[in-house]
């Protein structure tokens, strides 16, 4: 059922990108938008994103209005000793205000006497204040800019999480074109050795060639079919692991053996690459640079808050009170006020300064990481471009010298059939032919993983 499955869900996706027939090849484009799109680590990339808003809601409920009400009363041989009653709404506000609004009602033969109220209850409006600690800096503010930073770490994490499933994909699809175009070379030395085989044994029925040559080419060609098994199993493993990135609706896919790579365009590669790079801000916009910038202003964040820590605490309070409800504002007298202020403050400050120092401690890690992490991309970039260009050169000599194997080994087949040449010369020459193709086909693909490599160095998603 899998291959059913797996078959019907290429080719409908191949169809849906326009094409006027099914096709038996997978594009590295139509691949790595289903890797983007399905493979469950893309998903699990974006869940970061989704935390970070989380978070950020978490940070934003310090901010909640909050209504809170207490209850409590003493009843015994039918005396009332006490019942009180408060219900309080409180309105956090940014630097660490708090607005309140508050109901009493409270009697009983044996209450406290400072909680008298009315008969008809006591309404307060108040502001709460922190004079020192907590004032500018405190905890509910230094949550919500953290929060905002988590999510722009957040988005750096993905981003690198993203790159590099794209260049571990790419490199298995490129990896599998490589052992297809290698099956194509021994394919095509096959079909060169059974015609040999089948000229040579033509040749010795007819008194031309000796027995020995017909067993030479009986053991090439088989050498060819040896070497053509082989490379179908390297392609097939290839292909497995090319599978390994395709997902559909959180299901695995299996590439069938009728699905191959399609032919990469190199000039569009190459105008992918040079257009990527001209971007004069890569470093800075590195996803490892923008972790760790995030990083780093989470803790200067925590940095203000540590130092604020050093200052005493003194919160005030004062509350306007009213018996009347009805009268609203009007009411409130500011002869009839509760003032309460609280005062704090440890003497040797060792827990806090030692905290101070902990905090100063991991910025400058951080500023020490991200000026060695700048070094060494830029170094690694560098490093790529060379390389990228080594191997480009390479490659054109690559293929220079595999077309003039292929015109020795032409002209020496036109040699054998005249009966100018031996069979060893031709299979030697052959040999070389080959060698040469599979050496361009290896330099095809240390190409194309340079610039994969170059790319996500450069923290570039494909």
Do not use: C
């Not at 998903?43 to 409920?61: F, H, T």
């Not at 409130?332 to 120092?357: A, Q, T």
């Amino acid at each position: 059922m899998k291959w059913i499955i797996s078959v019907f869900v290429l080719l409908l996706f191949q169809f849906s990108f326009g094409q006027e027939k099914w096709r038996d090849t997978l594009s590295f484009e139509e691949f790595i938008s289903i890797v983007k799109k399905q493979h469950p680590l893309a998903k699990q990339a974006d869940l970061k994103i989704q935390d970070a808003e989380a978070k950020l809601l978490k940070a934003k409920g310090l901010f909640d209005p909050k209504l809170e009400s207490n209850f409590s009363q003493k009843e015994f041989k039918n005396t009332k000793y006490y019942k009180e009653f408060s219900s309080t709404f409180k309105v956090p506000l940014w630097y660490g205000i708090d607005v309140k609004a508050n109901y009493e009602d409270n009697d009983g033969k044996y209450l406290d006497p400072s909680l008298t109220v009315p008969d008809n209850g006591l309404y307060a409006v108040g502001i709460s204040v922190p004079l020192a600690q907590d004032f500018i800096f405190n905890k509910r503010d230094i949550s919500v800019k953290k929060a905002r930073e988590y999510g722009n770490l957040a988005k750096a994490e993905q981003q690198k999480l993203v790159i590099d499933l794209l260049s571990d994909a790419s490199l298995a699809y490129f990896l599998w074109y490589k052992t297809d175009l290698d099956v194509v070379v021994f394919q095509n030395s096959l079909e060169n050795a059974k015609t040999r085989f089948e000229a040579t044994k033509k040749s010795f029925l007819e008194g031309e060639k000796a027995a020995v040559d017909t067993l030479e080419a009986k053991i090439n060609l088989d050498n060819r079919r040896l070497d053509l098994e082989n490379a179908y199993l390297s392609r097939n493993k290839a292909k497995l692991n090319v599978s390994n990135y395709l997902w559909i609706n959180d299901i695995p896919m299996e590439i069938q053996e009728e699905i191959l790579p399609s032919e990469i365009d190199l000039e569009e590669w190459r105008l992918r690459t040079f257009s990527a790079l001209e971007n004069q801000n890569i470093i800075e916009n590195h996803p490892k640079i923008q972790m760790l910038n995030s990083k780093l202003d989470i803790s200067k964040f925590d940095k203000k808050l540590k130092k604020n820590k050093l200052l005493p605490k003194i919160n005030l309070e004062y509350n306007f009170l009213s018996s009347n409800f009805d009268e609203g504002v009007q009411a409130l007298d500011v002869d009839n006020y509760k003032f309460k202020v609280k005062f704090s403050f440890p003497i040797f400050l060792r827990k806090e300064r030692g905290e101070l120092r902990i905090i100063k401690n991991k910025i400058q890690d951080l500023e020490y990481q991200s000026k060695y992490e700048t070094l060494v991309l830029q170094n690694k970039i560098t490093a790529y471009q060379i390389e990228l260009e080594s191997v480009s050169k390479q490659r054109e000599i690559a293929i220079i010298n595999t077309k003039n194997y292929e015109k020795l080994v032409k002209a020496e087949e036109r040699k054998f059939f005249l009966g100018e040449s031996a069979l060893f010369t031709i299979n030697y020459r052959e040999q070389k032919w080959i060698e040469a193709q599979l050496k361009n086909n290896i330099l095809l693909y240390k190409l194309m993983k340079s610039k994969i490599s170059l790319l996500q160095t450069a923290g570039i998603v494909l």
